[in-house]
């Protein structure tokens, strides 16, 4: 069974850092893309990053550009966001998800991780 | 505000068949047989739907399908039954790199 478990979030001021992490079993990590999405309270879905199989190709969301780095240990089967200089509109649910292993932002997501919270406030 | 349209709401008694639109571009759902859905309960994660634009994961009921015109893509419902009530969201690649989702549609069931 493919589980996707993320951990790492939590509060966090305003111009803070905090690094997500995503935890993948029941799959073989080195053939699929991972990405980020997340979810503001009460909002909708907004895709955040993804990072190919190799991690030759990384893509982000012209919101984070520049601030948030994602990266993955395939010897762990991990993935992981660096979340640099947070503000609060960075404030959501950060799901984890599986895509398929393309040059490209993969065009969708077929397993989903429960989320973890990441609230910015002072 | 969220790069592809989608109704704020829609519902359907049991049985019956519902639509579901994501209006885009043809910078994006024009553009591209590159449009999903996913399907979102309260407090749950999303769960894939319909992928490029019509293909539905194994396990996911015939009940959903997935169509595309111009730059508006639908969902349709059909059989409606109460589980079915959550929120959905379409996505669309848009080039560049970059992915859209659209807004939500919360789906009643009556």
């Known amino acids: 069974e493919v589980q996707l478990v993320e951990s790492g979030g939590g509060l966090v001021k305003p111009g803070g850092s905090l690094r997500l992490s995503c935890a993948a079993s029941?799959?073989?990590?080195?053939?699929?893309?991972m990405n980020w999405v997340r979810q503001a309270p009460g909002k909708g879905l907004e895709w955040v990053s993804s990072i190919s199989s190799s991690s030759s190709y990384r893509y982000y969301a012209d919101s984070v550009k520049g601030r948030f780095t994602i990266s993955r240990d395939n010897a762990k089967n991990s993935l992981y966001l660096q979340m640099n200089s947070l503000r609060a509109e960075d404030t959501a649910v950060y799901y984890c998800?599986?895509?398929?292993?393309?040059?490209?932002?993969?065009?969708?997501?077929?397993?989903w991780g429960q989320g973890t919270l990441v609230t910015v406030s002072s | 505000q969220s790069a592809l349209t989608q109704p704020p709401s829609a519902s359907g008694s049991p049985g019956q068949s519902v639509t579901i639109s994501c209006t885009g571009t043809s910078s994006d759902v024009g553009g591209y047989n590159y449009v999903s859905w996913y399907q979102q309960h309260p407090g749950k994660a999303p769960k894939l739907m319909i992928y490029?634009?019509?293909k539905r994961p194994s396990g996911v009921p015939d009940r959903f399908s997935g169509s595309k015109s111009g730059n508006t893509a639908s969902l349709t419902v059909s059989g409606l039954q109460a589980e079915d009530e959550a929120d959905y969201y379409c996505s669309s690649y848009e080039g560049s790199n970059n992915l859209a989702f659209g807004g939500g549609t919360y789906l009643t069931v009556l």
């Open positions: 998800a599986r895509g398929a292993d393309t040059a490209m932002v993969p065009p969708y997501f077929d397993k």
């Open positions: 490029e634009v019509s």
């Open positions: 029941g799959f073989t990590f080195t053939t699929y893309s």
